[in-house]
């Protein structure tokens, strides 16, 4: 977990494979509204969020303990809705039961997540413009 351009793909990938688990690139599960705001330079909302979220969610349950998922998870009420399905553990709303869930935050220097994001804005790798980097450093608990 964490910001854009911390690691997530390239340590989740490595970590998987140690594991030989399967890997999940959470951002392939954005919908689409969601990567034409990003590549918009549009900061995403809670509201936004939560249907990416609930994909994410609905993998963990089908995997288990054997999936290693890249994915922000900027804030304790996204953790916990990929942990219980539902932003609150004690609501039965949309929850599947638990799932036993670690995280591991990345947490580079702001510096370098700067280089890194600049980079791959070069390489024209990612629909996660720069720009973008403030916000998320912002929405980070």
Same mark, same amino acid.
């Given at each position: ?31 689409? =509204?969601?990567? &034409? ?9 809670? =509201?936004?969020? +939560?249907? +990416? ?22 804030? /304790? ?11 609150? /553990? ?5 929850? /599947?039961?638990?799932?036993?869930? &670690? ?7 702001e ?8 980079a791959r ?19 980070? =608990?």
């Open positions: 977990m964490g910001v854009a351009g911390c690691g997530k793909s390239s340590v989740g990938t490595a970590l998987a494979r140690a594991l030989g688990a399967p890997f999940l690139e959470g951002d392939e599960l954005h919908p689409p =509204e969601n990567i &034409a705001k990003m590549r918009s330079g549009i900061p995403l909302t809670d =509201e936004d969020r +939560w249907p +990416w979220l609930y994909r994410i969610r609905e993998r963990i349950a089908k995997f288990g303990d054997r999936l290693v998922v890249s994915c922000s998870a900027l804030k /304790p009420v996204y953790r916990n809705l990929l942990c219980w399905g539902a932003p609150d /553990p004690h609501s039965t709303a949309a929850s /599947p039961g638990a799932s036993r869930v &670690a995280y591991i935050l990345l947490q580079p220097s510096a370098d997540l700067r280089r890194r994001l600049a804005a070069a390489a024209g790798g990612h629909f996660m413009p720069p720009s973008l980097l403030g916000s998320q450093l912002a929405a980070l =608990e």
